[in-house]
C-alpha cells in the first residue's frame, strides 16, 4: 500500500473535512500555544500540518526535528491563516526516519550558503525549495524539446559514448580502458549523429558528453547533457528555424507547466524578440572593433567579447552565422560564395554561447581536405567517412548545452547550480 | 529553403495534380519500357517516382545507382498500380549524392546478411525498412515511458556518469582517467537515484550505463541504456503496479504510433495478462524441481532455467517475486518476516530479465551491515551512506534495460540488433 493518498500540493480547499495520509519531509516546525506546526515538504511543494496538544501524536511530534521523515494521517480545513488557505489536522503520526542535527546545510531558509558548501551537501541542497525548482524547470524543458521535435518527425536515438577516437579535435578527451585498450569518452554525438541522419534522415538525442576541461568556469563541466539534433536535407538555416520553435517550445512549456518554479526563484522569463535576430560574424567584428575592441577577422569571440556585444546590440538572445571556417570543426561546409566563411551559427544568451550549429560537409573529397587542413589524419576517420561514398545526403544540425540552457530558464549563473551533481577537475562526488 | 515540400509518407491521393518537392535515397531502380520507375526512400518511408523517356530528368535518372541521393521535383497523381495507389511524375530530378557500386549491403532486399556483417555495414543497415521500423519503434517506446511517469508526477533527471566507486559491486566496472586520477563508467544511476529519490522523491532517468561484460551473449552489451525510476514512499509492490503501467502505455504507444513499422517487422506485440501475474522466487524453484531442474534455494534462476519455467508456467510475461537476499544486491530491503528473502522482483518476458526492482534499505545500520556482509567497505560508500543520517524516506524503484524490451516491442533476437551501434567486446567502432 501506498504511504500516502495525496502528495503536498495536491491539498486543497476540495479536500475539506477528507481524511487524507501524506508523507514527506519536516520543512519547518513551530511552537504556537497549545499547537505545533509542521511544514510538511514532499517532491511538489508544502502543506502546514497542525497537532494539538494532549493528542498521542503530539508526543511523537515532540521528537521531531527538521528534515526527518514522516507519515500523517489527519484531516483536511481550510484555514485563511495557513499557507494556500489549507491546513491538515494530525490524528496520527509516525517518524520513518529521524534526522539528525545539526544538519550540515538548512533547507528551509532562504538564507544560502556558497556554492562549494552546497554542492558539499548537494542531498540536502537538492532539497532546498530554489533546487527543486531548478530540477522541474528543467525535466519540463527538456520535455518540451522532445515533444516539439517528435511533431516535426524526429526520432530519437542512442549513440555510442565509448568510441575509438576523437570527433572534436584530439585535446580534451578522457580515456576509459576498455577490454584492456585505450578508447574515449565521446566530446559529442556529432560523427554517429551525421551517419544516423545519413540512415533516418532525422535524429535527436539528449545524453552525456564529456570534455576534460582543465578551466574551472561558471560555463564548463567535464561532464555535461548535451541536446543534439541531426536532419538531412536541412542546411543551416532551416536548422535556426527549427531551433527557434524550440526555443519557443522550451520556453512555454517551462512558463505552462512551472510558474510556481519560476516564482520560487523570483525569476521571470526574458521575452526574446522573434524572430531570433541574426548578426554576421563579420558584422560582430565591425560592431566589437567600434566599441573600442582590439579584434580582427578569424578571432574568437569570446564572453567578455560578447558582453560588449550584447550590451552594443540591446539583444537578448541573438544568432551570430557565418564563422570563418578555421574557427571551426572539420565537418563544418563552407559557404560557397565565400569558403573563407562557414554556414555556421551559434546562438547566444546574452554574452553566453548556448547552441552550436552548422551546415556538415556531405562530400568525402572536402572532409578529408578540412582534416588535413586541420593537421588531422583522415585514415582516423575512415569509420566515418567511407559511408559518405554510399549517398549521404546534404545535412545540418546542432549542439545545445542543456545546463546553459537552465541559466536562461532559471536565472542562475553557475552551470554546477543547475546540474544536480556536477563534475569538474577537483568534483567527483558526491 | 527546404530541399522538400513533402515526406516520402506525406504523398498521398489528397495531393493529386499537386506539383511536389522530394528527396531521399534511391531505394529501388526499375526500367519499364520507355519508363524509369524510382522507388525513393525518405525517413518516414517509400514513395514511387515515374521518369517518361525523352525527358531531361531521363538523361540524369540514367546515371542513378542505388542509395544515391536524389531530389526531385514532380506532379502526384493517382494510380491504382503504384504503392500505395500514388506515384509522383517527375519533372526534374538532381542527383545530390552519388552512391559507389556495388554497395557493401544491399538495403533494398529483404535477403538479409548475417548480423555480424549488418553490424559492420551499419550505417547502410540502419537505412533498411527493418531496421527503420526498430528505430522508430524504440523511439516510441522511450516516448511512452517518459509520458507515462510525467504524468504520475516524475521528473526527469541526469545522473553523474564518471563516478569514484562502484556501486554494483567491484566487477564488471571500466577504468576512466580522470584529470590523472581513477574513476569509473557507472554501472548504472543506483546510489544517484536513491539520492535523489532522498531529494526530490519521484524521479526518472533514460541513460547511458556501462558493464565491462566479457560474455558475448545475445543479451549483454558493455554499454547499454537503462531506464531507470526511484520514488520515495513506495515499495516494491508499488513499483511493479507502476511498472505494469509502463509497460501497457509503451505497448500502447507502440500500437498506436509504429503499426505500420510492426507490419514492417512482421510482428504482433503479445498480448500479455494484466495484472502481470506474479511468482515468488520460491515457487519458482519447485517448479523447477518438479520439471527436474536439478535447483535449490539461493541458486540463481539464469535463462535456460527461465526457459523451461517460462514453459511450465505458460506465461510470457510475469514478475519472479522476493528473491533470496543474498542474491541480489547491498541496497535490496530484506522482508520484515524472513531476513532471507527480500522485498525484489525481476519482470522476465518468456526467459529473459527485462527489468530488476526493489524495496530500498533506507536504515543507515542496516546498509553498512549488508555492505559488510558482501565483503564490501562502507567506508567506501559514506559518500552515499552519510545521507541517510538527514531524513531518508523509504524507497524503491527498478531498472529496466531498454535494449531487452526492444526484444519484446519488436520480436528479434538479439540486443545488438536493436542497438544503432552497439559495444561489445570486439566492437568499438563503427
Known amino acids: 500500500m501506498m504511504l500516502k493518498t495525496h ?60 528534515e526527518s521523515v514522516v507519515r500523517a494521517k489527519g484531516l483536511v480545513r481550510t484555514d485563511k491563516r495557513a499557507p494556500r488557505g489549507v491546513e491538515v489536522k494530525v490524528e496520527e503520526i509516525n517518524i520513518l526516519s529521524r534526522a539528525k542535527t545539526p544538519l550540515p546545510l538548512d533547507v528551509s531558509d532562504k538564507v544560502s550558503a556558497d556554492l562549494d558548501t552546497r ?13 527543486q525548482a531548478v530540477m522541474r524547470i528543467q525535466s519540463a524543458a527538456v520535455r ?15 549513440t555510442p ?16 580502458i576498455y577490454f584492456g585498450k585505450e578508447a574515449f569518452l565521446a566530446q559529442s554525438p556529432q560523427l554517429y549523429k551525421e551517419l544516423l541522419a545519413g540512415s533516418i534522415e532525422r535524429v535527436f538525442e539528449v545524453a552525456p558528453a564529456w570534455r576534460a576541461e582543465e578551466s574551472d568556469t561558471p560555463f564548463h563541466l567535464s561532464e555535461f547533457v548535451s541536446m ?51 548578426i554576421t560574424y563579420k558584422d560582430s567584428i565591425e560592431i566589437l572593433k567600434k566599441e573600442g575592441v582590439d579584434v580582427k577577422f578569424g578571432d574568437d569571440i569570446s564572453t ?49 554561447e548556448i547552441v552550436s550549429g552548422s551546415t ?27 559511408w559518405f561514398d554510399y549517398g549521404m545526403p546534404p545535412h545540418a544540425g546542432f549542439g545545445m548545452g542543456l545546463s546553459r540552457v537552465m541559466l536562461m530558464l532559471t536565472g542562475l549563473s553557475s552551470v554546477k547550480d543547475v546540474v544536480a551533481f556536477p563534475r569538474d577537475k577537483k568534483r567527483l562526488t558526491p
Not at 124 to 130: A, F, K, M, P, S
Not at 360 to 384: A, H, I, T, Y
Request: charged share 30%; net charge negative; hydrophobic share 40%.
Open 7 to 66: 502528495r503536498a500540493r495536491e491539498v486543497d480547499e476540495s479536500l475539506e473535512a477528507k481524511e487524507v495520509f501524506l508523507a514527506g519531509w519536516v520543512h519547518t516546525l513551530r511552537d504556537l500555544g497549545g499547537k505545533k506546526f509542521i511544514v510538511l515538504r514532499d517532491g511538489t511543494g508544502l502543506v502546514q500540518l497542525v497537532v494539538e496538544k494532549g493528542s498521542k501524536a503530539f508526543d511523537v511530534a515532540q521528537e521531531l526535528t527538521q
Open 144 to 158: 518540451a524539446f522532445r515533444e516539439k521535435l517528435y511533431s516535426k518527425g524526429f526520432l530519437e536515438v542512442f
Open 161 to 176: 559514448k565509448i568510441i575509438a577516437s576523437a570527433t572534436e579535435g584530439g585535446a580534451a578527451l578522457f580515456p576509459v
Open 228 to 278: 543534439d539534433v541531426e536532419a538531412a536535407f536541412f542546411d543551416y538555416n532551416d536548422i535556426m528555424d527549427l531551433l527557434e520553435d524550440l526555443i519557443k517550445g522550451m520556453i512555454d512549456g517551462v512558463q505552462r507547466e512551472c510558474s510556481d518554479c519560476l516564482k520560487e526563484l523570483n525569476y521571470e522569463l526574458p521575452k526574446f524578440e522573434f524572430p531570433i535576430p541574426k
Open 360 to 386: 556538415r560537409n556531405s562530400s568525402r573529397d572536402v572532409l578529408e581536405e578540412s582534416l588535413k587542413q586541420r593537421g588531422l589524419n583522415p585514415s582516423s576517420f575512415e569509420f566515418f567517412l567511407r
Open 304 to 352: 567578455p567579447l560578447l558582453r560588449v556585444l550584447n550590451k552594443a546590440l540591446g539583444k537578448d538572445l541573438y544568432f551570430i552565422t557565418d564563422w570563418p571556417s578555421s574557427a571551426r570543426p572539420f565537418y563544418t561546409k563552407a559557404k560557397g560564395d565565400d569558403p573563407s566563411l562557414s554556414e555556421s551559427f551559434d546562438l547566444i544568451f546574452r554574452s553566453l
Open 119 to 131: 554542492l558539499r551537501e548537494r542531498v540536502l541542497d537538492l532539497r532546498r525549495l530554489e533546487m
